[in-house]
């Protein structure tokens, strides 16, 4: 990876970390925090589904190397459309599937301070483990992502960068 590859990995992981802080705050001082639209996550809930997507894809990093040879991925039309939306247009795809794992629970209360430093956390993580790979070329794979087929770390990164603007906006919209 070249600087500017690197430069853009670390500054999405920054802004991902500052969307979640400032969420937050903003949820807390709008009496969003605990409250939702029904059928809709509450602020509390869907920062804390980033932070579970952060620490989810940190703990798989961090247990499973990059593989040793890149290989181009099989795409159908529908990945076509799912890996153009998060990659081109810098969207979640519509019909996004989101795995059990990472789905907030309602009956537990979670703290504002709690979420904001876990953040936190698994960004460090995550950068500490984009630190280590630097000189691995730019198409190692990394992971299949159930929806986007297999990504490298620097697609992984913007995928998580995308998944934290679209929470951030749907906190602000009430949706």
């Known amino acids: 990876m070249n600087m500017k590859d690197r430069r853009t990995i670390l500054h999405r992981l920054v802004r991902i970390q500052?969307?979640?802080?400032?969420?937050?705050?903003?949820?807390?001082?709008?009496?969003?925090?605990?409250?939702?639209?029904?059928?809709?996550?509450?602020?509390?809930?869907?920062?804390?589904?980033?932070?579970?997507?952060?620490?989810?894809?940190?703990?798989?990093?961090?247990?499973?190397?990059?593989?040793?040879?890149?290989?181009a991925p099989i795409i159908g039309p529908m990945q076509w459309l799912r890996r153009s939306s998060v990659f081109t247009l810098m969207r979640l795809p519509k019909a996004a599937r989101v795995p059990d794992a990472l789905w907030p629970s309602s009956s537990v209360p979670i703290q504002s301070d709690d979420v904001t430093r876990r953040a936190k956390a698994a960004v460090l993580r995550l950068a500490t483990l984009a630190e280590d790979r630097w000189n691995l070329p730019r198409d190692v794979l990394w992971a299949e992502h159930r929806d986007l087929g297999p990504l490298s770390f620097e697609e992984w990164v913007q995928f998580l960068f995308v998944t934290a603007i679209h929470h951030d906006d749907r906190l602000h919209r009430g949706r």
């Open 18 to 71: 500052r969307l979640v802080e400032e969420g937050a705050a903003w949820a807390l001082r709008h009496n969003r925090w605990e409250t939702a639209a029904t059928g809709r996550w509450s602020g509390s809930q869907r920062l804390l589904h980033v932070v579970l997507t952060l620490e989810h894809c940190a703990d798989h990093f961090e247990q499973s190397p990059a593989n040793s040879a890149a290989r």
